[in-house]
């Protein structure tokens, strides 16, 4: 299950997950993720990488990043809300906004690899004039194993410009009684663990729990909540 943090908005279940990869000598396509390699090297690689936004998943039931998913004080705010209005942030239904298009992200990625760390930065661009905006995250993963489990746990920080905050999680003249509400830019934190456990030949248990912070931008008047969370345990097959 994905929790979707949105007023009124349903978690997403996780059923069947597919996981689809493959790499060439210098293009690759892994779960939604399409890059070019510029450099490769045992500890280094930077790549053109182009993926769909996933901010939109939360107001699409079958966006691609829900079913390929194994990838400040309220009185400082610039739209805080006096007594009056705030009694009218609990009616805001998602029925009644504009449609929040997916967008298509374009950027650069570069990992470092060290024994079993790998330290990742990506900035990347909206080239669909959706939002036009731009995001970026740093990230550190650790490659271990206990008995015989692969675990990743991975620690991150996501960063998001105000005109991607503004187009997803603030308000249009029209769509509330709220009026326009803009959205700061960002830096949300964030923490995964992946774990496998080979059982035979292609078999294996697979489990995934992230957590995914908010409460930079929890003065929005669609959260609900201030973070999201992706759990999902099952089986693996491997083709």
Request: charged residues 20%; without cysteine.
């Amino acid at each position: 299950m994905i929790t979707n943090p949105l007023r009124g908005g349903d978690n997403v279940p996780l059923v069947v997950i597919p996981q689809i990869a493959f790499y060439a000598e210098d293009w690759f396509f892994d779960n939604g993720r399409l890059g070019y390699s510029l450099l490769q090297t045992s500890k280094h690689q930077f790549n053109v990488v182009s993926e769909l936004n996933t901010e939109s998943r939360f107001f699409i039931d079958w966006h691609p990043s829900n079913v390929l998913t194994l990838h400040s004080s309220s009185a400082d705010s610039p739209f805080y809300l006096q007594a009056a209005e705030a009694s009218s942030v609990k009616n805001v239904n998602l029925n009644d906004l504009h449609k929040r298009h997916i967008a298509l992200d374009t950027g650069l990625a570069y990992h470092y690899v060290s024994d079993h760390h790998v330290f990742s930065v990506q900035l990347l661009h909206d080239v669909t004039n959706v939002y036009n905006g731009v995001r970026g995250a740093l990230q550190w993963q650790y490659h271990t194993q206990l008995g015989p489990v692969n675990i990743k746990p991975s620690f991150g920080l996501n960063y998001k410009s105000a005109e991607l905050n503004t187009y997803y999680y603030g308000l249009k003249d029209g769509e509330t009684l709220l009026g326009d509400v803009e959205v700061a830019s960002s830096w949300q934190p964030y923490a995964k663990i992946d774990g496998r456990l080979p059982l035979r030949d292609e078999y294996s248990v697979r489990f995934h729990l992230a957590y995914y912070d908010y409460s930079a931008i929890n003065d929005s008047p669609l959260l609900e909540r201030d973070y999201s969370m992706t759990a999902f345990i099952g089986f693996e097959r491997t083709f």
